[in-house]
């Protein structure tokens, strides 16, 4: 089998790695600039690529010259798993598997961030969907689909490690069925729903919220943590719990209580428990060591 491997995200290694022996390119996207001094950070696909001895192609659109260096590899499929564009025709119609993986129950979430979405929306039970690819996003006939339950404790990184868990035995039953064209292919029925990129002003922390809500966004941004203000500077949130029934005079965003290992801020309805933080310019660390560090106090407000 020889499959082109296309993703701009290292969450797609371990799709990649299970499939090595048979990936004979991968395609992804240039370097970007990332973090404190503007440096350019190693691309992990091709990183991970040329640690297998495997070529790659990186790419900004989908020139003539791309699409034919993609060709002259003579593909037998195509895989994709978080590459963020979208195929066009032409490299489309170089293989009859053009496969995604996406971690949704298609066609609900279709789009950037259907992980993100289904978190902050507190879903209770998703799938990994794979489906032969077309020009629209994520509407490509269903090949597989296999469901799986999502805890209200799962964050972002749980959440995916079960699409890896169902995910990799899954495509790689979709790439035999496809290629022995033994895939019984169902359309897309409904109007589904769109799982658009997360914004920046989409990471602050509303605190007249309610507090299963704001669980939900912590959970669903622990790539990159949530965030409130304390004492003028970003506070980022990585891991909470909520208390729904939990009454205080206190206003929204204001700590109602310090323990030794945690602290408790009240939101519209309910309180958050804070368990993990990262002030600003720190690491990420349990509020046990913020609490000794920082000393938060009962009736300080978190903006």
Known sequence: MRIVFFSGSEISIPFARALIEDIILFVTLPPKIRGRGNKISPNPIKVFAEEHGKATVELDNFSDGAVNKIASYNPDALLVFSFGKILPKSILDL????????????????GASPIERQLMDGVSRSAVTIIRMNEEIDKGEIILKKHFD?????????FLKKVYDIGIPLVKEALVCCLSSTCVKIPQEGEGSYAKKIRKEEEKIDWSNDAFS????????????AYTIFRGKKLKIFKTDFIIDFYTSFLPGTI???KNDYFLVSSGKGCLKII?????????????????GYKPKVSEVLL
């Not at 939900?216 to 943590?225: D, E, F, Q, S």
């Open 95 to 110: 293989t009859k598997c053009p496969l995604n993986i996406h971690p949704s129950d298609l066609p609900q979430y279709r």
């Open 214 to 225: 704001i669980h939900n966004k912590v959970r669903a941004l622990t790539r990159i943590g």
């Open 256 to 258: 109602v209580d310090v």
């Open 276 to 292: 993990s933080v990262q002030p600003e310019g720190k690491k990420i660390m349990d509020s046990k060591d913020f609490i000794n």
């Open 150 to 158: 999502v805890s209200v404790y799962d964050d972002y990184y749980s």
